[in-house]
């Protein structure tokens, strides 16, 4: 799984549909989608799994406007292609993105 | 096929796995989640053993144990389960398996408010975790709906970074007295007792909260914590006996009305839904499947017998 942070952040994900999970170590509910996440990244070939640790890189976190974590981002060409907030079963996430990815 | 299958993987499902592991069962623990709902409770101050804890912490180490027994959990979810006459089919997307008993510790889901403006601002200011959204909130006005033990906790962690948080209660406050009185003694907190949320409003995040008595209140967040009901969907075609909100009814040993189906924690019908009462279901419903597999096997074995 791809870290990111501020400084490789923008270069990652500047081209082509990147997925990325941003967390923070104090909340509970990321740490339990966390499993769900990462194996969803298998399904998902075509995409680029990243994580990004909101607690040490703030800035880009407060520049996309998050203010709920689990936050889910879906990047196209550096640009959101689409949100999931909160707390979700391993099924709703991979409907949730599926359906994000085939709309772009 | 595996002597037990236990679905869910907070307190309950956990502890029963505990159990199970030591009465020899061979056991897997099929969850949606890592920890349940408790791996989300700020702090939790009455799990003995522990002077104060948070749910994250206090869950990994249910884990930790689980897995030093080699108890497989596997983070899938339930779609369906079916009984034939001695035997247990449960369904996920990805797998089938196959039991002689299930405990159901799949715990509840949260409740929504059902109030315009709740959905479309999840993540702009609509949380249900105070754990995870609190410190987004550093001096800004924030609001909690809800009045039990859930609500009073978010209640005090957002007051450590917010500059004001109210408190907005259907009735009155149903928490234990230790957080009613924290909450009654925090100069940040201000409880509107006998008020309710009809609508959010904001344009790009949450702005205004209006009330039933007709204010309107400015605020940047809304936590809401309400309760939760039982999640039991998949296990609607097994005729399983529920209270009207949806519990399981179980009996002393943790069996349901289905013979071989026990359930444990806050999915089932009981006075109180602590981490330690779902805890000690756990236990006792392992231990009941445990005497009953032991007491079919001599059955079966006496049976053999007369036959020779």
Known sequence: ?104 | MYDLIIIGGGPAGLTAAIYAARYKLKTIVISKTRGGLAASAHAICNYPSYDRIDGLNLMEKFIKQVEELKVPIIYEEVGKIDKSENKFTVKTKENIFESKKVILAGGTERTKLNVKGEKEFIGRGVSYCATCDAPFFKNKITAVAGGGNAALTSALLLSEFSSKVYIIVRSKFRAEPSWIELVEKNSKIEPLLKEEIVEITGNEKVEKIKLKSGKELDVDGIFIEIGSVPDTNFVSNLRLEASERGYIITDENQETNIDGLYAAGDITESSLKQIVTAASQGAVASFSVYEKIKKQAVEIDSKTYNKT
Not at chain 1, 16 to 39: H, K, L, N, R, Y
Not at chain 1, 52 to 64: H, Q, R, V
Not at chain 1, 72 to 101: A, C, P, Q, T, Y
């Open chain 1, 1 to 104: 799984m791809l870290n990111l942070n501020n400084e490789n952040f923008e270069k990652e994900t500047e081209k082509d549909s990147v997925i990325v999970d941003f967390w923070a170590p104090w909340c509970g509910p990321c740490q339990m989608m966390g499993p769900a996440f990462e194996s969803l990244s298998e399904k998902f070939e075509k995409v680029k799994f990243a994580k990004m640790n909101i607690d040490e890189n703030p800035e880009i976190a407060n520049k996309l406007g998050i203010q709920g974590i689990p936050c889910l981002i879906v990047l196209k060409d550096g640009k959101e292609n689409g949100r999931i907030v909160g707390f979700m079963s391993k099924d709703i996430l991979e409907n949730k993105i599926s359906e994000i990815l085939n709309k772009s």
